[in-house]
């Protein structure tokens, strides 16, 4: 179930997508950040594949910049993806036989379903996008909880039917949701 992203037909850009604990695709519990052409269709994009607790909070990052996917849990990188052709980095970086050239386009900025096909039934809470790549050390910051404020373009902290956007002017509606109370 793709649970957060922007994208819509045919205007794809990126999400990040979980599979459920018994899928035809041996992927149980796999949480990935994609990036795709505008059309849609295949996409790169990072994973990781741990059990997951309910009731216990993960916190994801997803990172895209010139060449490659990145994907953080609770503060650690755990998977690389290159989507466009060039120079490694330094570790190692997962590389395909295809390339995709992500576009940033106007698709809706969607949380808990990104085509209204299958909704996520678990807790999201402090969406924060910026407009640049965080570094490896701000995203350890940020999980400790200090929010890089450079180019920090939407923060949502999804505690209401209105959802302010805290960061800047894009303030969302929240539709059929079930607000459940917060516990750390």
């Keep these: 179930m793709n649970w957060l992203g922007k994208g819509d037909n045919g205007n794809q850009e990126w999400y990040f997508r979980m599979y459920s604990q018994g899928n035809t695709e041996n992927r149980a519990n796999r949480i990935s950040f994609y990036v795709f052409n505008p059309e849609g269709g295949l996409g790169?994009?990072?994973?990781?594949?741990?059990p997951v607790t309910p009731g216990e909070w993960i916190h994801v990052v997803g990172v895209i910049d010139g060449q490659f996917t990145y994907i953080y849990k609770n503060g650690v990188l755990r998977?690389?993806?290159?989507?466009?052709?060039?120079?490694?980095?330094?570790?190692?970086?997962n590389a395909y036989s295809f390339s995709i050239t992500p576009v940033n386009g106007n698709a809706p900025l969607r949380m808990g379903t990104?085509?209204?096909?299958s909704f996520f039934q678990g807790g999201i809470k402090d969406v924060q996008i910026w407009n640049r790549a965080l570094s490896a050390d701000?995203?350890?910051?940020?999980?400790?909880?200090?929010?890089?404020?450079?180019?920090?373009?939407?923060q949502y902290t999804l505690a209401g039917d209105v959802v302010p956007d805290t960061a800047g002017p894009h303030t969302a509606a929240a539709y059929a949701s079930h607000w459940l109370p917060l516990q750390e």
């Design 114 to 117: 990104v085509n209204f096909e």
């Design 44 to 50: 790169i994009g990072s994973h990781f594949q741990d």
């Design 79 to 93: 998977d690389c993806d290159q989507y466009r052709p060039g120079p490694q980095p330094q570790g190692s970086c």
């Design 138 to 154: 701000e995203i350890g910051a940020l999980y400790k909880g200090v929010v890089p404020p450079n180019g920090l373009v939407a």
